[in-house]
């Protein structure tokens, strides 16, 4: 397969990444054969799944408003993937022309595009960090120099912590986080459910199991646990597409079948 400018020598082509794959599910085109193969499959799980991440989109660009809103215009978007329409330095930007924003990926082909994107941008930051380390996440030099952590943060998880299994404890890791934030900082996690459609939940597991990202998901009860030390915002844990919707009739006539939860919590 011949390997494009945007992808870096270290990656392996043929194990699909879930930010590959996720960029496929919303119509670009940094993805290989393998990543395709494995989103078309999911599909096959589970047909509207273009449509749930293009929800989960929606819930992230409706959490960075509520951000700006409750004045607070500083980013940190920890697995922020491939950049696509809508990124959060867009989204804040159209309020705030000067919030910044770090992103964070593992990923070599979103941290690559997203550098190239912002190679100019003197408000935002791209970092190749695992979320699992926070201390040294939080630690680097480029991100210190973009936010002020000593001011509120919106600290974004957006479809993230199920890529995070137990044995890493994701609730430990956002206590963590949480802890080296300012007061009035917020948390938004959005996170994949079997709640309501556990069959297509389990073969989505199995799916997910032999990509790069292996998937965990949670209960509403274990997402819930997440916001540990963060006070909810209304309405507080909810199916994706019920958080905060602009529109009452945005919302799906059923929710559950976007397989994810979604939420937004405040440090006081
Ligand atoms: N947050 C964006 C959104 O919701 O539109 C992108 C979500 S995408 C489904 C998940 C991203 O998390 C991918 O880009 C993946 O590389 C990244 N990711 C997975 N495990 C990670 C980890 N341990 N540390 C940092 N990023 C990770």
Redesign the pocket.
Known sequence: MERPSWAPEQIDLDLP???RM?DYFLGGSHNFAPDRAAAQAAIGIIPELPAVMRA??AF?RRAVRFALDSGVRQFLD????IPTVGNVHEVARAIDPQARVAY????PV?VTHSRALLADDPYTVVVEA???EPERLLADDGLRATLDLDRPVALLM???LH??GPADDPADLVRRYGRALAPGSLLAISHGTGDGRTAESDAMLRLYADTA?PLTARTRDEVAALFDGFEPVEPGVVFLPLWRPDEADEVPARPERFCSYAGVGRKP
Request: no cysteine.
């Open positions: 990444s879930a930010a996720y989960n989109r992230l920890i697995g922020s993937g964070v990926d593992t990923d979103a695992d979320v699992r957006v479809a993230l890529f995070v990202n």
